[in-house]
Nanobody, 123 residues
Framework: QVQLVESGGGLVQAGGSLRLSCAAS????????MGWFRQAPGKEREFVAAISWSGGNTHYADSVKGRFTISRDNAKITVVLQMNSLKPEDTAVYYC????????????????WGQGTQVTVSS
């Protein structure tokens, strides 16, 4: 079992940066691929970024490529999403998720989820 807790959300002006962290518990964390998703009001949850269990492979949604960076530290059991050049359209609740099946962009491939952290970008 893996339990996930996100932190680092908040209010920032457009062009600013935020760093989201996902703290995981569970001895099998290092065997999971990890992902970040987001959900804006009235919209479906969408893929943002994912990283393989080793950290050697990453994948990003086109909308965040070049602005967001995902990383992980298996020793500290954390996953980080560094978000730069934020835009108002990045406003959403951001969720951390774990997948035992490798990097994936679909929510159905992730079987553990955090409760989310709110990110608000003002124009």
């Amino acid at each position: 079992q893996v339990q996930l807790v996100e932190s680092g959300g908040g209010l920032v002006q457009a062009g600013g940066s935020l760093r989201l962290s996902c703290a995981a518990s569970g001895r099998t964390f290092s065997s999971y691929a990890m992902g970040w998703f987001r959900q804006a009001p009235g919209k479906e949850r969408e893929f943002v970024a994912a990283i393989s269990w080793s950290g050697g492979n990453t994948h990003y949604a086109d909308s965040v490529k070049g602005r967001f960076t995902i990383s992980r530290d298996n020793a500290k059991i954390t996953v980080v999403l560094q978000m730069n050049s934020l835009k108002p359209e990045d406003t959403a609740v951001y969720y951390c998720a774990a997948s035992p099946w490798g990097i994936a962009t679909k929510t159905s491939r992730y079987d553990h989820w955090g409760q989310g952290t709110q990110v608000t970008v003002s124009s």
